[in-house]
């Protein structure tokens, strides 16, 4: 039974270039879905993507400022989540197909080798750690409805040869899934790591896979969130982001 009152707030972002809806007291998104989108690129112009675990549609809003021709499409399991992501496509006139299905299906979906790119920010803990209460917050960060298996499972299915994944994960989850990747012929080809000052260890990574491809791999450089912690004070380059949102890429390399 789901225990969250369905009261949806409006919030403008990257200076009102997007308006979303997200519940009052459910699922909300982070900066991770912005530093996820800020990381992905994409050199082909009409090309088409699916965001797996879509949740408000954030990620696809944010890659929509940067690559308007994208052929965007979303799946998402939980109906209120679905319902919410339907309704800020509209609202930014964006289209894209949105899915309510559970992404283990995906076979009911989607033909076999089909996708170009493929992003997501998944759950990121297994069951077994304290559980949230609230139902929607519970499925979107731990592997309730989906596991790292699973989901790279359907990655592999979804990508064509040389198609790209982008994901965002947690850093103490690394070489759990460079094996997974590798086992289902996902090869990392770039990887940043996230911290959130400049004296911790890092807490996240943004990475990019390539399917069936050859190995070479670039760690990129440290991607710090704040400047001063205790005040809240983001580094340039987050608050670069969270102003005009191109590619985070403010020293030009
Ligand atoms: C960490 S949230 C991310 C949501 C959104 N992409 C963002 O970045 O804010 C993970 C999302 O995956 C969805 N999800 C979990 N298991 C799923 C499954 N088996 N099939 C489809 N979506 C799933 C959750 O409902 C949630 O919206």
């Given at each position: 039974m789901s225990n969250i009152s369905n009261e949806l707030e409006l919030t403008p972002f990257i200076r009102g270039k997007i308006k979303l809806y997200q519940s009052k007291d459910g699922y909300r998104f982070n900066l991770d879905p912005v530093l996820l989108s800020s990381f992905v690129k994409i050199n082909k112009k009409k090309a088409k993507i699916v965001d797996l675990?879509?949740?408000?549609?954030i990620i696809l809003l944010l890659l929509s400022l940067k690559y308007p021709e994208l052929d965007f499409y979303a799946v998402e399991i939980q109906n209120s989540l679905f319902e919410i992501a339907k309704k800020n496509f509209r609202l930014n006139n964006l289209n894209v197909k949105i899915f309510n299905e559970d992404?283990?299906?995906?076979r009911r979906l989607f033909k076999p080798n089909s996708f170009d790119y493929v992003v997501s920010n998944p759950p990121y803990f297994?069951?077994?750690?304290?559980?949230?209460?609230?139902e929607e917050e519970k499925i979107a960060k731990f592997e309730?409805?989906?596991?790292l298996k699973e989901i790279f499972k359907v990655v592999k299915y979804l990508l064509k040869d040389r198609g790209k994944f982008f994901l965002v994960y947690p850093s103490f989850r690394f070489t759990e899934c460079l094996k997974v990747a590798t086992e289902n012929?996902?090869?990392?080809k770039k990887v940043r790591f996230v911290y959130a000052d400049a004296n911790s260890n890092s807490t996240h990574f943004l990475a990019e896979f390539v399917k069936s491809t050859k190995e070479g791999l670039i760690i990129d450089k440290p991607l710090i969130i704040y400047e001063n912690r205790k005040n809240k004070i983001y580094t340039e380059e987050v608050k670069y982001i969270l102003e005009k949102?191109?590619?985070?890429?403010i020293d030009g390399n």
């Amino acid at each position: 039974m789901s225990n969250i009152s369905n009261e949806l707030e409006l919030t403008p972002f990257i200076r009102g270039k997007i308006k979303l809806y997200q519940s009052k007291d459910g699922y909300r998104f982070n900066l991770d879905p912005v530093l996820l989108s800020s990381f992905v690129k994409i050199n082909k112009k009409k090309a088409k993507i699916v965001d797996l675990g879509t949740g408000s549609g954030i990620i696809l809003l944010l890659l929509s400022l940067k690559y308007p021709e994208l052929d965007f499409y979303a799946v998402e399991i939980q109906n209120s989540l679905f319902e919410i992501a339907k309704k800020n496509f509209r609202l930014n006139n964006l289209n894209v197909k949105i899915f309510n299905e559970d992404m283990k299906n995906i076979r009911r979906l989607f033909k076999p080798n089909s996708f170009d790119y493929v992003v997501s920010n998944p759950p990121y803990f297994k069951v077994d750690k304290s559980l949230s209460s609230n139902e929607e917050e519970k499925i979107a960060k731990f592997e309730v409805k989906i596991n790292l298996k699973e989901i790279f499972k359907v990655v592999k299915y979804l990508l064509k040869d040389r198609g790209k994944f982008f994901l965002v994960y947690p850093s103490f989850r690394f070489t759990e899934c460079l094996k997974v990747a590798t086992e289902n012929k996902l090869e990392l080809k770039k990887v940043r790591f996230v911290y959130a000052d400049a004296n911790s260890n890092s807490t996240h990574f943004l990475a990019e896979f390539v399917k069936s491809t050859k190995e070479g791999l670039i760690i990129d450089k440290p991607l710090i969130i704040y400047e001063n912690r205790k005040n809240k004070i983001y580094t340039e380059e987050v608050k670069y982001i969270l102003e005009k949102f191109t590619d985070g890429e403010i020293d030009g390399n």
